[in-house]
Every structure is written in structure tokens, then in C-alpha cells.
């Protein structure tokens, strides 16, 4: 999966074309537990065809692949920099290696190039992709749409759940003792408790891996903040979601609410039957 966090992608999804800005989300479901691809150059993944360009000057992105190991691939193709920025490009080189380095790497991580691939141009966004399919195929998601629900002063939007990813992504205080969760900061400042520990403060492009059965307590401490959490099916995500979706974050331009709406913590443990997890 690929979001959009600063300028603009364009992403390629079989005959689909589509320019990503930020908040923009494009997905490509594993078709087999092995299965992984992310790569900067056109592949073949499991039928599918994908590829992506960096289109503006600084352009920044997240994704996350499953399972693990696929940023070696990147570690083999590219060259050691220990500037505080990046070097200038030369893309020429960059092609170049792309081209040979990719067939060195193709049976280790599973790509496979298709040069005589014919790139569509850019297409205009349609209605369909303002949801999620509800099944593992290709899909684009636009900014602000698909499910939203609003709990407190936290609105929830899920990019992919268990049904587009096979259920494969590993993607106040509480525990959930089997499930993994990640928390990618994009905006804003959150404070979190881990394990009861001292409190640390988590800014933009910073990341906290949760391991299942931790107990963490994550907090705003900034007027506005944007959070992108990955977890298997039944995390924190899931179980906000599932509490405020009667309350649909649904309208583009639509602003959370200075003050929090109330909610009684408490009625949480009433969703304990469908989610796992322990309040503290």
C-alpha cells in the first residue's frame, strides 16, 4: 500500500493511472501469504502490474509491506549517503541500475519487470473510489472518503481493513494481547505511555511499534493531529471505528469540533465480546 504525504505520485494499477495527492491512498493486496511487492520500477505482481513516479520536487510517501524483509531490496539497488538531505539525482544511473539490478533481486523478492507494459496516462477520479471494495483487488482511495466515524474528538478512516488485505496486514490506556499495532505520525504531536514507563512524545515522519500484549496509553498533545495506525484485524483502529461509526466523519470540507464530544470510556467494555483487549 502507498499514501501520499507531501506533493504528488503518479501510481500505475494494471489499465489504471491515477495522480495521488496528499491523502490519496492506492493498495495492492497480497494474493498469497509470501507475496510482496513494492518496487520503484514497473513489476508483475501476482497478475497485477504496478508501478509509481515521483512527480513533484520533494514528493514523500508511507507505505507499509508484509511481510518484512522487502527493504533489503532497496538496501541491494541503491548506494550509501550520508548527507542531511539527498544527493543530486542522476537519473540516468538510477534507470540504468533499476533495469540490471531488478533481475539480480527478481527471485529473492518476488519481481518480475514487464518492460513492453504500456503506461495509461492519468485518469479522472470516480465515484467507486470514494469506498473500499470489500475485496482483495487493486484499488485507489481518495482523501477525506470511504468509512469514517468520529469518537470524541478522534475521526477514524480506514484505508484497507481485513477484507481488502486478506486479513494479512500486520499491520485511554489499553491492551490488546493479540494484535500488533504501529502508529506513523503525520502531523501533530502524541504522548505515549508504554508499559507504564515514562511518558514520550511522538512528532511528524516518527513511528512507535507496539508489539501484542502492551499496554500503551496515547494522547494529543497538540490542537490537531493525523495519525496513520496499522494493525492486525480487532486493534485500536477496529475498535474505535466500531464505537463511533454512528457519528460518520462524512463531509469533504467537514472540520472536527473545537471540543470534544463526550463519551463514557466505560461503554467500551461492552464491545470486549467482538475486540480483545483489556482497559487499564
Not at 125 to 148: A, C, D, I, M
Not at 161 to 177: D, K, Q
Request: glycine share 8%; hydrophobic share 35%; proline share 7%.
Amino acid at each position: 500500500m502507498t499514501s501520499c504525504i507531501k506533493s504528488q505520485l503518479k501510481v500505475w494499477l494494471n489499465d489504471q493511472c491515477k495522480i495521488l495527492n496528499p491523502g490519496d491512498y492506492a493498495s495492492l493486496a497480497p494474493a498469497s501469504q509470501n507475496s510482496r511487492a513494492f518496487v520503484h520500477h514497473t513489476d508483475h505482481f501476482k497478475g497485477a502490474i504496478h508501478a509509481y513516479q515521483f512527480i513533484g520536487d520533494h514528493t514523500k510517501i508511507f507505505g507499509i509491506i508484509t511481510p518484512a524483509g522487502f527493504e533489503h531490496m532497496f538496501r541491494g539497488l541503491g548506494e550509501l549517503y550520508s548527507g542531511p538531505m539527498w544527493p543530486n539525482a542522476d537519473l540516468e544511473r538510477v534507470a540504468e541500475k533499476l533495469n540490471t539490478g531488478v533481475a539480480n533481486v527478481m527471485t529473492e523478492f518476488d519481481v518480475i519487470t514487464v518492460p513492453d507494459h504500456e503506461l495509461v496516462e492519468p485518469q479522472a477520479w470516480r465515484v467507486s473510489e470514494n469506498q473500499l471494495p470489500g475485496s482483495q483487488k487493486p484499488y485507489f482511495l481518495r482523501n477525506r472518503t470511504g468509512p469514517s466515524a468520529v469518537l470524541g474528538g478522534t475521526a477514524v478512516r480506514p484505508y484497507v481493513t481485513g477484507a481488502e488485505s486478506g486479513n494479512r496486514f500486520l499491520s485511554g490506556g489499553i491492551r490488546f494481547p493479540d494484535v500488533d499495532h504501529c502508529f506513523y505520525v503525520s502531523d501533530g504531536y502524541l504522548e505515549a505511555t508504554i508499559n507504564d514507563a515514562d511518558s514520550s512524545r511522538i512528532g511528524p515522519g516518527e513511528v512507535a511499534w507496539l508489539p501484542a500484549g502492551t499496554h500503551f496509553d496515547i494522547k494529543p498533545v497538540s490542537s490537531y493531529f493525523k495519525v496513520f495506525m496499522y494493525s492486525q484485524p480487532g486493534g485500536l483502529g477496529d475498535l474505535v471505528y466500531a464505537t463511533g461509526k454512528d457519528k460518520p466523519h462524512a463531509v469533504l470540507n467537514c472540520m472536527i469540533p473545537d471540543s470534544p464530544s463526550p463519551f463514557d470510556r466505560a461503554k467500551l467494555s461492552q464491545y470486549k465480546s467482538e475486540f480483545k483487549f483489556d482497559l487499564i
